[in-house]
C-alpha cells in the first residue's frame, strides 16, 4: 500500500515563506519520483516541480512558475518531499497537491507523468 500525505499550508504575506511537507508512506515500493501540483478555484491543476530521486541522487524538475522561487527536495531517512516556496505572491494560491509514482526513465518525472498515488492536499493562501 501507498499512502501520501501533505502538510504545512497556510497563510501568508506576499513575500513571505512557507515550506510543504508530503510524507510518502509505502511497503516496498519504490516511490522514486514525487511531484507537486496546485489548484486554484475555478482553474485547472498544475504541475508545481518534479523529483526523481535514488538512493542519494537526486533529479528535480521546475515548471515555469517555480523556477527561482520554489526549491524541491527530499530526506531519504524520513520519505519526505519538501517544497520550500519563498516569495510567495497572491497568484500562488491554491490547494497544493503531492503525488507519487514509481518510473524507470529519471527523465520521465515530471509533472507531466502520470502518478498513481495522490494526497489529500494542502491549502495556501497568499495575500496582499
Known amino acids: 500500500a501507498v499512502s501520501v500525505e501533505e502538510s504545512g499550508g497556510g497563510s501568508v504575506q506576499a513575500g513571505g515563506s512557507l ?19 496546485r489548484q486554484a478555484p475555478g482553474k ?19 515548471r515555469d512558475s517555480a523556477k527561482g522561487r520554489f526549491s524541491i527536495s527530499r530526506d531519504n531517512a524520513e520519505n519526505i518531499v519538501y517544497l520550500q516556496m519563498s516569495s510567495l505572491k497572491p497568484e500562488d494560491s491554491a490547494t497544493y497537491f503531492c503525488a507519487a509514482t514509481k518510473i524507470n526513465v529519471r527523465a520521465g ?4 507523468l502520470h ?8 491549502q495556501v493562501s497568499v495575500s496582499e
Open 44 to 62: 485547472e491543476r498544475e504541475g508545481v516541480a518534479s523529483l526523481w530521486s535514488d538512493g542519494g541522487t537526486s533529479w528535480p524538475f521546475y
Open 19 to 37: 515550506r510543504l511537507s508530503c510524507t510518502v508512506s509505502t511497503d516496498n515500493y519504490n516511490a522514486n519520483c514525487v511531484a507537486w501540483f
Open 109 to 112: 518525472c515530471t509533472t507531466g
Open 115 to 122: 502518478f498513481f498515488y495522490w494526497g489529500q492536499g494542502t
